[in-house]
């Protein structure tokens, strides 16, 4: 993968705090965090632990309480145009073919060219989708519509891609697959990802760096020294397994840790 | 055609009962003619001619009663739903004005605007004008979160927003709004002549009554109903047709 490691921080995430209200208790709670360019850094942590929340803010989506969220440098107020985020559902318009929800990110912003129309097409033969442009997304299984969200996702080859669980409604095989694609499209154009798991598994094969989340807080980080491009063969390696374990065990201490810290009903 | 074999088969044993009835039974005419006498004088309204206005008039007040009441009910449904504050402030008075009996408010039409179509054609639009605004407000303040939220993440404005995802996701339910309101531009267009018309369907309904000639009375049923269901198939027709478009983008 050809990656620029000379700028350390792509995306900056400085002591970020999240609350709903001024009274509410933290959901993320001053979390920091780096991701150079070209990295694909995952974050795994069970459900409610505050890590969707961390990826809406890291997109624009939502704005932190305290703390600020750098990327490029540029300090982020509202969504990034320059990110694309895949949704935990794939969120295609049912009533535009696989092709025009591929564009649709572009037809929002200006009229739809030739080049961007092959461009399109191009990301879809990447995905094995040559043959489903003009399907709606009714006509496709749920793999298929979420390599179209993903295709979406990357049609204006955005420097920073925001993943929230986007495969965990996919069987075993199909979210393999679909992990493969994920590598292989971020590779092409050195994309940046973050990408939100709670499969252990998806996080050691896509990752760079894993980070664990409990309680709103980065409670530990990994970073996964496992060669590229990787294949499916490298999920029975020792090494695999033995990063699977180290973060299987980080979670069950945190997850011990955070009952402990949690207020008496 | 197999489908509807059974229904059809339905309505001639129907019509068979009803004919031996008035026929074996002595039924006296004026209370309940017999389905033959009824088709002999729809056949001779519509032999003479004297038909043709009166479905005319009712048809045009219909259209225009159901254009107009759509129109504004989208458009207040849309303003409704885009804008929320403006919902907490109008909503109690929209519902007031629909629990109002719009047929009731027909006498004060006629000071208003005279006899004619017009009275008939603000009954229709008044009662049209509620199905499409609720359905429109229910359908698109209820678009599915995380796609409002992806056109956020895309930088769409609030018009594309309203004009990409939610009208056509609304759509479904704002067609089913229009079906509704077809059937209730019917009533009101008959009703409303009841009240102040002079030429028309409804208005041909009184002038049988009050010469007592129910065979006329049932043709004018049948022509109703006909009227009814021609525009219903009509709708579903568009239905289909902008449902179709959408679907393909």
Redesign the interface.
């Known amino acids: 993968m050809s990656t620029d490691r000379s700028t350390p921080g792509f995306v900056a995430i400085e002591q970020v705090r999240y609350r709903y209200g001024a009274n509410d208790p933290a959901i993320v709670d001053g979390v920091d965090w780096a991701i150079p360019r070209g990295e694909i850094h995952c974050l795994l942590g069970r459900s409610g632990c505050g890590k969707t929340t961390l990826l809406k803010l890291a997109?624009g989506?939502l704005g932190p309480s305290e703390g600020a969220i750098r990327i490029s440098g540029e300090a982020l107020h509202g969504?990034s145009?320059h990110?694309g985020?895949v949704?935990?559902?794939p969120?295609l318009?049912?009533?535009?073919?696989a092709l025009?929800n591929v564009l649709?990110?572009v037809s929002?912003?200006r009229r739809v060219t030739a080049a961007d129309r092959d461009a399109a097409r191009d990301l879809l033969a990447r995905i094995g989708l040559a043959d489903f442009a003009t399907r709606?997304p009714a006509e496709l299984s749920g793999g298929q519509q979420s390599r179209v969200a993903l295709a979406r996702a990357l049609i204006g080859n955005p420097d920073l891609l925001l993943l929230d669980e986007p495969f965990a409604a996919l069987d075993a095989l199909t979210r393999e697959e679909l992990q493969d694609d994920l590598l292989r499209l971020c590779a092409l154009n050195g994309t940046t990802a973050l990408f939100v798991t709670h499969d252990i598994g998806e996080a050691v094969y896509l990752a760079d760096k894993v980070a664990v989340m409990a309680a709103g807080r980065l409670a530990h980080r990994r970073r996964i020294e496992l060669p590229r491009p990787r294949h499916r063969d490298i999920r029975y390696a020792p090494s695999f397994i033995a990063a699977c374990r180290d973060l299987r065990d980080a979670m069950d201490g945190e997850a011990g840790t955070a009952a402990s810290q949690r207020p008496a009903a | 055609m197999s489908a509807r074999l059974p229904s059809l088969l339905l309505l001639v044993a129907l019509l068979a009962g009803w004919e031996a009835w008035c026929r074996l039974g002595g039924v006296s005419a004026l209370v309940l003619p017999p389905p033959s006498a009824v088709l002999a004088t729809l056949w001779s309204e519509i032999a003479t001619g004297r038909l043709w206005p009166h479905l005319a008039v009712t048809a045009t007040e219909m259209a225009l009663g159901l254009a107009i009441g759509a129109v504004v009910g989208l458009g207040v449904g849309i303003l409704l739903a885009e804008f929320p504050a403006l919902s907490r402030l109008l909503r109690p008075y929209v519902l007031a004005s629909q629990l109002v009996p719009k047929l009731a408010l027909g006498p004060l039409f006629i000071i208003w605007f005279g006899f004619g179509m017009t009275p008939t054609v603000v009954i229709t639009a008044l009662i049209c004008f509620f199905p499409l605004m609720e359905n429109t407000l229910t359908g698109v303040s209820e678009v599915d979160p995380a796609r409002r939220e992806l056109f956020r993440m895309l930088g769409a404005s609030r018009l594309q927003t309203l004009l990409r995802l939610k009208l056509p996701a609304a759509l479904p339910v704002i067609m089913a709004g229009l079906r509704v309101a077809v059937v209730l531009a019917l009533v009101g267009a008959v009703v409303g002549e009841f009240i102040g018309g002079r030429i028309g369907l409804g208005a041909s309904i009184i002038a049988a009554q009050s010469v007592m000639d129910s065979s006329l009375i049932f043709a004018l049923f049948i022509v109703i109903t006909a009227l009814g269901m021609l525009l219903y198939e009509a709708v579903r027709l568009l239905e289909r047709r902008v449902l179709h478009r959408f679907s393909k983008g």
Do not use: G, I, K, N
């Open positions: 997109a989506l969504p145009l990110a985020f949704f935990q559902a969120t318009l049912d009533w535009l073919s025009d649709l990110p929002l912003r709606r």
